[in-house]
């Protein structure tokens, strides 16, 4: 996980986890988080979060699950990126917390927008673009200036913002 947030919301996995006698293996990028204290859980690995990473790790430690959804938006693309490439099925590790397809739903801007209008939710005017012309295009002749561009599947949730003209965008 990364910042204040998901170090609270992994710590309190942990003991939650911990409490119903779970061995808890911890990947942390962050030494300097709560949730990488030996009290929390049983094996810790301060590792960087990729996809590498996490597939020796499995392979070493042999766990029956993987929690992915209190690792922010990184604990969810890497637990995406296994199950899709059959890792995990091959590992015998079971997605616990969202499975692939709601990953899915919530991490790609169109299933997403599908979804949400498929049971009557409002949205705000978007399309998915894959170049700069197109996007130009729906921001100039459709739905005007500012725009929020926010880019799908990139961890953190970095490279998007608000383009108020078209030399911003």
Same mark, same amino acid.
């Given at each position: 996980g990364q910042a204040a947030e998901f170090d609270y919301a992994g710590t309190q996995a942990c003991r939650a986890l911990k409490e119903d006698g779970i061995e808890i293996v911890l990947v942390n990028s962050n030494p300097a988080t709560i949730m990488t204290d030996s009290a929390m859980a049983d094996k810790i690995y301060i590792e960087p979060l990729t996809i590498n990473v996490i597939k020796r790790i499995i392979e070493k430690e042999k766990p029956d699950?993987?929690?992915?959804t209190l690792g922010g938006q990184t604990g969810?693309?890497?637990?995406?990126?296994?199950a899709e490439c059959g890792f995990l099925a091959e590992q015998g590790v079971k997605l616990l917390g969202a499975n692939p397809e709601t990953i899915?739903? @919530?991490e790609d801007r169109q299933a997403f927008k599908d979804t949400m209008e498929? %049971?009557?939710? !409002?949205?705000?005017?978007?399309?998915?673009?894959?170049?700069?012309?197109? @996007?130009m295009d729906f921001a100039n002749n459709e739905i005007g200036?500012?725009? %929020?561009v926010? !880019?799908?599947?990139?961890l953190g949730g970095t490279g998007g913002?608000?383009?108020?003209?078209?030399?911003?965008?």
């Open positions: 699950s993987l929690l992915s969810l693309t890497l637990s995406m990126q296994l899915h739903k @919530a498929s %049971i009557g939710e !409002p949205c705000i005017p978007s399309k998915v673009v894959e170049t700069l012309e197109d @996007a200036y500012p725009v %929020i926010r !880019p799908a599947f990139t913002g608000f383009a108020y003209n078209e030399e911003e965008l």
